[in-house]
């Protein structure tokens, strides 16, 4: 199986600030790479795919980048609303593998 | 747009099975793969398995084979999972979700499956 690492397993951080969340995967995935977003008591929402493919409807102030074994999803000028659970997720290889999850909190 | 309404909360015992449904709207139920995964409270996701509505062809994780199985009704767009012998580990909340080509664009709400004697 392929093992996802999300470097943090939380972030403080304060309203305005630029972000960046990482994940490293144990192999080439070949960009294929979605990241999550999950507040509480709510299920996962899907903010990319591909690695840097935004979903429609997702803020532009999110994205993200990476190839090969590296990925990172990047939030510019962090808002109240964002304040939720991130994680990333391989569909290289069955079976689909997601990282531990990175969670930002307000400072 | 698509929406996937997953049945109530479970209260079972341990060694007992539950079978959990995901019952879809707006989509070409026919066409789509649909994904089951388990979140226990505060940890990450888990993959269980996908099937394809279809043919009713599936593929599990290795983890879960044997423990869960999963089946359609294409009559009424919904999707079942069933999960036996169960036990406290397999307390969670079980999420099914729309699989396109591999990462998951509509959710249901989620079950909580709660183990308890």
């Known amino acids: 199986d392929i093992q996802m690492t999300q470097s943090s397993s939380s972030f403080s951080v304060s309203l305005g600030d630029r972000v960046t969340i990482t994940c490293k995967a144990s192999?080439?995935?070949?960009?294929?790479l979605a990241w999550y977003q999950q507040k509480p008591g709510n299920a996962p929402s899907l903010l990319i795919s591909?690695?840097?493919s935004l979903e429609t409807g997702v803020p532009s102030r999110f994205s993200g980048s990476g190839s090969g074994k590296d990925y990172a999803l990047s939030i510019t000028s962090l808002q109240t609303e964002d304040v939720a659970t991130y994680y990333c997720?391989?569909?290289?290889?069955?079976?689909?593998?997601f990282g531990g999850g990175t969670r930002l909190e307000i400072k | 747009q698509g929406q996937m309404q997953q049945s109530g909360a479970e209260l079972v015992k341990p060694g007992a099975s539950v079978k959990l449904s995901c019952k879809t709207s707006?989509?070409?139920?026919?066409?789509?793969?649909i994904s089951w995964l388990k979140q226990k409270p505060g940890q990450s996701l888990e993959w269980i398995a996908w099937?394809?509505?279809?043919?009713?062809?599936?593929r599990y994780n290795q983890k879960f084979t044997g423990k869960a199985q999963l089946t359609v009704d294409t009559s009424s767009s919904t999707a079942y999972m069933q999960f036996s012998s169960l036990t406290i580990e397999d307390s969670a909340i079980y999420y099914c979700?729309?699989?396109?080509?591999?990462?998951?664009?509509?959710w249901g709400q989620g079950t909580l499956v709660t183990v308890s004697a």
């Open positions: 707006g989509f070409t139920f026919s066409s789509i793969y």
């Open positions: 591909g690695a840097s």
């Open positions: 979700a729309r699989d396109t080509s591999g990462y998951f664009a509509y």
């Open positions: 997720q391989q569909y290289w290889s069955t079976p689909r593998t």
């Open positions: 099937i394809y509505a279809g043919t009713g062809g599936s």
């Open positions: 192999e080439d995935i070949y960009n294929r």
